[in-house]
């Protein structure tokens, strides 16, 4: 047996701890509530504040957006000890994932776009020709969702009136968006939130382990793992497919030929779930097939990407929010029907 795949990658668990943590302690001292004072003052709708919130965090060119993303959100939504809140709570883990889930089709930073620009030798703004529709497709989805289906009274913002104590916003919310600044700046995650984790028990005085170990959830913890673990087995086929993809010219102008070849694609992007992976797949197929079917495997690898048991962003928004499989598919799951049968239409 290969043990590496049970460690590798794992040091996403400490990050993850640490966030919690950070996260935890910010709520329940409330170091956060003078700058969403500061942001309610200026914006009046309660699902904007937390969309531009969730969007902000969830572009930055740092890893694990999501889980930066869900750990704040979770400071501004209500208690989730309280069991009236657990609908407004679970409306949160539905905008931060949808969110945070467009730049795949449009940041110079991502894989996603990088990766079949370099193989195809595209410019950036021959790329974006090729996703735009998906994107627009996206970007008036999730305006729509979050804006016409949800309503301001299905959002619960967990801010308390008062005066704004600046110390503690300068010692208490500053130190965080720095820690976010070096995440940005390239230094490792879990050492990052490791040291904010540390700083913030010593500015609360909170040492007790039981307190400190309340902010975990383990059972997210334990998922995660297993995911990881799952993803890193699958992944060790991911040659094996992309061999059998450049081995296997499929005729794509006959149906048979069409159907076949989409997917495997399709199938290969669910079990991976994987950015880099499905951005690979979509260059090789792009590459084999031609220019004129990168917009059709782009919606069907990302569409596949986003609904894949393996994604990790899915399981920390429905274990941080309460936000059901049930809920996050029935939404997500009609967004992909869109991106695919709009890629088809064009092609």
Avoid at 203 to 232: D, E, G, K, P
């Amino acid at each position: 047996m290969n043990f590496e795949l049970l460690y590798l990658k794992q040091e996403y668990l400490l990050y993850l701890v640490g966030v919690m943590v950070v996260a935890g302690i910010m709520k329940d001292s409330n170091y956060l509530n003078d700058f969403y004072q500061i942001i309610a003052s200026k914006i009046k709708s309660k699902r904007l504040i937390v969309f531009l919130i969730s969007l902000i965090t969830g572009i930055l060119p740092i890893p694990g957006r999501v889980t930066v993303s869900a750990g704040i959100l979770d400071t501004l939504a209500p208690d989730k000890k309280l069991k009236k809140y657990a609908k407004s709570r679970s409306k949160f883990g539905i905008i931060d994932y949808l969110a945070t889930h467009h730049y795949y089709l449009w940041s110079p930073l991502e894989k996603t776009i990088i990766l079949p620009m370099a193989v195809l030798g595209l410019t950036y703004a021959e790329m974006l020709s090729y996703t735009m529709g998906l994107l627009i497709i996206s970007v008036s989805y999730i305006l729509w969702y979050i804006f016409g289906k949800m309503e301001e009274k299905d959002i619960v913002l967990a801010i308390k009136k008062e005066q704004i104590n600046w110390v503690r916003l300068l010692t208490g919310a500053l130190p965080l968006f720095v820690a976010i600044g070096l995440l940005v700046s390239g230094i490792k995650p879990w050492i990052v939130f490791g040291s904010a984790t540390l700083y913030y028990i010593v500015r609360s005085s909170t040492y007790s382990l039981r307190t400190i170990n309340s902010y975990v959830n383990w059972n997210l913890i334990l998922t995660l793992a297993v995911i990881i673990i799952l993803s890193n087995i699958i992944k060790i086929y991911y040659n094996d497919i992309e061999t059998f993809l450049r081995i296997s010219f499929f005729d794509m102008s006959t149906i048979k030929g069409f159907i076949i070849i989409s997917a495997i694609a399709y199938g290969a992007s669910f079990a991976l779930g994987s950015s880099s992976k499905y951005a690979g797949i979509v260059a090789l197929l792009a590459v084999i097939y031609g220019l004129e079917y990168l917009t059709w495997f782009i919606a069907l690898e990302f569409s596949a990407y986003l609904i894949s048991p393996t994604h990790k962003c899915t399981h920390i928004g429905r274990m941080y929010f309460g936000t059901t499989l049930k809920k996050y598919y029935a939404i997500v799951s009609l967004w992909t029907i869109i991106m695919i049968g709009y890629a088809y239409l064009i092609m």
